[in-house]
C-alpha cells in the first residue's frame, strides 16, 4: 500500500513533467540552424522590391551561390563579404535549405 | 501499525495524490508560462518567435509608445520627424500576445514571480528580460536628472531627444556644440560618432560657424579612422575630438553654467550633451541578474543569466561577449533566445547558436559605414567568428558610402516592421 502509493504519487509527477514538456509544441518549423535566424534582420520577408532582397521562400542553391561568391570576393558586396566570411559551406547550406523552406 | 495510523496514512496519501493530480491537471491544461520583460527591438522579437513557436507569451512593457533609437540622430539633425521612430504593440497584441502595460518592479526568482507596480503577480516557468539600459545618475558629479534636463543625454530616444533638437535649432550660429562620449561598455558604440557626424551637418548647412567638441573617456572608438576621414572631408575644422590621453575624460559637471570639467581645464558649452556612464535596467538589478558591473552575464547558448535559474536576458543589458550593444543584436539575441527557451521547456538541449550583428551609422544623409560581426559561443563567451566581419573598406568610392546610406534606412524598415509590424 505504502510502496504502492509511492509508486503512484512518483509516477504522477514524472508524468506531470512529461505532460508540461507535451504542452510545448513541437516547434511548428523545423528547428533553425546555426545563424539562419539573424538574416531576417535585414532581409526581412515579404519586402520584395526592397533594397535588401528577403531570403525567404528563396531557393536554397541560389544562397548557397551567393554565400560563395560574397566570400571568395567573386561577387561585390558592401557588408555580406564580411558576413559570408563566419560561415563555412556545411553551415551554409543547412541556412539556405531552412530560409528556402520558410514562408 | 495500528489500524488508526494506517487510516491517517491513507488519508494522507489520498490527499498527496489529489494535489498531485490536480497539479497534473493544471499542468496539462495549462501550457507553460513564458513572461518577457520590455518592450523593446529584444524583447518583442523573443516574445514573437516564442508565439510562433506555439507558445503562451505575456509582454509586460509600460510605454504605449516605444520610441526607436537607432536613426534618432537623424531626428537630432532635423532630417527625420520623432513620429518615423516610434513604434506600438497592437500587431503584436494581435498576433496573440498577452501585453500587460504596466512597470514590472520585483522579481521573486524562488516562486518564479514577476511582481508588477500595482501589486499583481504574474507566474512564470522562463523569464524573458530585455529591459535595456537605466543612466547612471550616481557616476558623473553633478549629472543627476535634473542636469539632464539642461544637458540632454538623448540617449534613451524621446522627450530628451526631442528637449535636444530644441537645444540645437536655438543655438546661435558660432556656437558651441560639447559632447560628452563615456567609457566602454555602452549602447550603441558607434552612435556617438554617428551624432556628432549628423549634427555637424546639420550646423554645416545652417549654422556653418559653429564648432562641435567631444570630450571622450576613451582612447579609440568604433569605426574611429572611417569616422575621422569622413570628418576630414565632409566637416574639415569642424569638429574637434578629444581622446582620454588629451584629457578628454570628463570628471564633474555643473549644470548652471553648462560646464565639463576635465582633469586639465573647464569646457563650457552653448548646448552641452551627456553621454553618460549606463547599468542594464533596472528590473534587472533587482531580479539579481546584473554583476557589479551594472550588466548582465549570461551563458552565450541560452542566453540564461548566470547569477539566477530560469531567468533569460538579451539586449543591451546582457553582458554578449563581443556583439555590440545593439538593436540588431538585440533582435537577433531575441530569436536565437526565444529557440533555446522552447528547447529548454521541450526538455531538449538547446543547439549552440551563431549570432550576426550589422550596425549602419550615417556619416551624412548620403554618406553610410558599418560595421558587421559574427559570433558563436566560445569559452562561455560569444566571440567573433575569426576572419569574419570588420568596417567598411577604408578606401571605398562614394557610390559604396551611398549604398550602404539606402541600406541603412532599409535596415531601419525591414527590422521594425519583423519587430511591431
Known amino acids: 500500500m505504502r510502496l504502492a ?30 545563424g539562419a535566424t539573424s538574416c531576417s534582420g ?9 533594397a535588401v532582397p528577403p531570403l525567404h521562400g ?31 559551406d556545411e553551415e551554409t547550406r543547412a541556412m539556405a535549405t531552412w530560409l528556402s523552406q520558410q514562408p | 501499525m495500528s489500524q488508526a495510523l494506517t487510516r491517517r496514512m491513507l488519508l494522507k496519501t489520498a490527499a498527496v495524490g489529489a494535489a498531485a493530480a490536480f497539479s497534473h491537471r493544471t499542468a496539462a491544461q495549462a501550457s507553460p508560462r513564458v513572461v518577457v520583460v520590455g518592450g523593446g527591438f529584444g524583447g518583442t522579437t523573443c516574445a514573437r ?30 532630417l527625420r520627424s520623432i513620429e518615423a521612430q516610434q513604434f506600438k504593440l497592437d500587431a ?34 522562463r523569464l524573458v528580460l530585455s529591459p535595456g539600459i537605466d543612466i547612471r545618475f550616481d557616476a558623473l ?16 530616444a524621446g522627450e530628451q531627444t526631442i528637449l535636444l533638437r530644441r537645444q540645437l535649432e536655438a543655438m546661435d550660429d558660432g556656437g558651441t556644440f560639447v559632447m560628452v562620449a563615456p567609457a566602454n561598455p555602452f549602447r550603441c558604440p558607434p552612435g556617438p560618432y554617428e551624432r556628432a557626424s549628423l549634427i555637424a551637418h546639420y550646423l554645416k548647412t545652417y549654422k ?41 575624460k570628463v570628471i564633474e559637471v555643473d549644470a548652471r553654467t553648462r560646464t ?84 529548454l521547456l521541450r526538455g531538449e538541449t538547446p543547439t549552440e547558436p551563431k549570432l550576426i550583428n550589422t550596425c549602419y551609422s550615417l556619416v551624412a544623409p548620403d554618406y553610410g559605414i558599418s560595421v558587421a560581426g559574427v559570433y558563436s559561443p566560445r569559452n562561455g563567451v560569444l566571440t567573433d567568428v575569426e576572419g569574419a566581419g570588420g568596417t567598411s573598406p577604408a578606401d571605398a568610392p562614394t557610390s559604396f558610402r551611398t549604398q550602404e546610406a539606402v541600406y541603412a534606412e532599409a535596415w531601419f524598415q525591414t527590422i521594425t516592421s519583423e519587430v511591431y509590424g
Request: charge should be neutral.
Open chain 1, 58 to 88: 528563396r531557393p536554397s542553391e541560389e544562397i548557397v551561390a551567393a554565400m560563395r561568391d560574397y566570400r571568395t570576393g567573386q561577387r561585390p558586396a558592401t557588408v555580406m563579404d564580411r558576413i559570408a566570411k563566419g560561415f563555412t
Open chain 1, 42 to 50: 535585414c532581409h526581412g520577408p515579404g519586402t520584395s522590391g526592397a
Open chain 2, 141 to 156: 558629479p553633478g549629472y543627476d536628472e535634473a542636469a539632464a534636463a539642461t544637458m540632454p543625454h538623448a540617449w534613451k
Open chain 2, 208 to 248: 556653418p560657424r559653429s564648432k562641435l567638441l567631444i570630450l571622450d573617456a576613451k582612447d579609440s572608438f568604433s569605426k574611429q579612422r572611417l569616422f575621422q576621414a569622413a570628418w576630414q572631408d565632409l566637416y574639415p575644422n569642424m569638429i574637434e575630438w578629444v581622446s582620454l590621453s588629451s584629457g578628454g
Open chain 2, 49 to 78: 518567435e516564442l508565439k510562433r513557436k506555439g507558445l503562451a507569451v505575456t509582454l509586460v512593457e509600460a510605454s504605449a509608445v516605444y520610441t526607436a533609437c537607432p536613426f534618432s540622430n537623424a531626428v537630432l539633425a532635423g
Open chain 1, 5 to 34: 502509493s509511492v509508486l503512484t504519487l512518483g509516477s504522477m509527477m514524472s508524468m506531470a513533467v512529461t505532460v508540461m514538456a507535451e504542452a510545448v509544441p513541437a516547434a511548428a518549423q523545423s528547428m533553425a540552424p546555426p
Open chain 2, 92 to 125: 503584436v497584441e494581435k498576433g496573440g500576445i498577452n501585453i500587460v502595460r504596466q512597470r514590472a518592479v520585483r522579481i521573486d526568482s524562488q516562486t518564479r514571480r514577476v511582481v508588477l507596480e500595482d501589486g499583481s503577480l504574474l507566474d512564470y516557468d
Open chain 2, 260 to 343: 565639463l570639467v576635465t582633469d586639465f581645464g573647464r569646457h563650457a558649452g552653448d548646448v552641452v550633451n551627456v553621454i553618460p556612464p549606463q547599468r542594464a535596467g533596472q528590473i534587472a538589478q533587482a531580479a539579481g541578474v546584473a554583476d557589479r558591473t551594472g550588466w548582465c552575464p549570461i551563458d552565450p547558448v541560452t542566453f540564461e543569466s548566470r547569477l539566477q535559474p530560469n531567468i533569460h536576458v538579451i539586449g543591451d543589458a546582457s553582458i554578449a561577449g563581443g556583439m555590440p550593444k545593439s538593436a540588431f543584436s538585440a533582435n537577433a539575441q531575441g530569436k536565437v533566445c526565444a529557440a533555446a527557451v522552447a528547447s
